[in-house]
């Protein structure tokens, strides 16, 4: 974010259905498929904060809550999911997703290969999507 740009308010950031609908699908199935329906029920919903910040080629990991400013500390726990490819695993802290861990799925991030751009927020869906792209 640049010192021009003000937070994004919650209801202005898209949802991962939105973001990446073909991967909501997956994770709301995989999810049901561990037992976790509860979650699998508000995964396509959950907001989409931004992709992990590392540099390593095979991460396409995301963040669905504000980074927090240290550990999750108590009450957090991991769902490892099992998908066809790739690794998945989920952080949730009391019972809210926090994170997506998503490794060995370039095809993840393929509509999302610029970075965001440092201009004003519009409310149109291309625009709000735009705002969240990867590198």
């Known amino acids: 974010m640049t010192t021009d740009e003000q937070p994004i308010p919650e209801p202005d950031r898209p949802q991962l259905s939105e973001v990446l609908?073909?991967?909501a699908d997956e994770l709301t199935r995989l999810l049901r498929d561990t037992g976790e329906s509860e979650l699998a029920n508000v995964i396509g919903?959950?907001?989409f904060h931004g992709w992990c910040c590392?540099?390593?080629d095979f991460c396409q990991s995301f963040r669905t809550a504000p980074e927090p400013n240290g550990p999750y500390g108590y009450?957090?726990?991991n769902i490892p999911l099992h998908p066809e490819q790739g690794?998945?695993?989920i952080d949730v802290v009391h019972d809210a997703v926090m994170y997506v861990e998503v490794?060995?799925?370039p095809e993840?991030?393929?509509a999302?290969?610029?970075r965001p751009s440092s201009a004003p927020l519009s409310r149109t869906r291309e625009a709000r999507l735009s705002r969240y792209t990867r590198p």
Do not use: N, S, Y
């Open 112 to 114: 999302f290969r610029t």
């Open 108 to 110: 993840v991030p393929a």
């Open 45 to 47: 919903c959950q907001r």
């Open 87 to 89: 690794m998945i695993v």
């Open 103 to 105: 490794l060995f799925r």
């Open 21 to 23: 609908p073909e991967l």
């Open 75 to 77: 009450g957090h726990r």
């Open 54 to 56: 590392c540099t390593d």
